[in-house]
Nanobody, 115 residues
């Protein structure tokens, strides 16, 4: 069994920064890619950023230049550095680890950007 846990969410003022962490533990598996997603109230879940096992990254247009995804393979942990946060970034942020034929989601962490 694999457990995925996100952390680092919270309340931040517009223009501020947060760093989210996502750690996978339990049964070992080969990670193909890891992604950060978010879901705002009344909206569909959307991809925010993704990093592959080879280190390739891609971002949603709305966060390019502000968010950075990175990983620590030794710790099986992925990070999302979020800068210049805007109120429209408010959402529950989820992490997903993808293996060969499997995927594991975390429970999410709330990010609220408000003055």
């Amino acid at each position: 069994q694999v457990q995925v846990v996100e952390s680092g969410g919270g309340l931040v003022q517009p223009g501020g920064s947060l760093r989210l962490s996502c750690a996978a533990s339990g049964r070992r598996f080969s990670v193909v890619a890891t992604g950060w997603y978010r879901q705002a109230p009344g909206k569909q879940r959307e991809l925010v950023a993704r990093i592959t096992s080879g280190g390739s990254t891609n971002y949603a247009d709305s966060v390019k230049g502000r968010f950075t995804i990175s990983r620590d393979n030794a710790k099986n942990t992925v990070y999302l550095q979020m800068n210049s946060l805007k109120p429209e970034d408010t959402a529950v942020y989820y992490c997903k680890f993808v293996g060969f034929g499997v995927e594991y989601w975390g429970q999410g962490t709330q990010v609220t950007v408000s003055s």
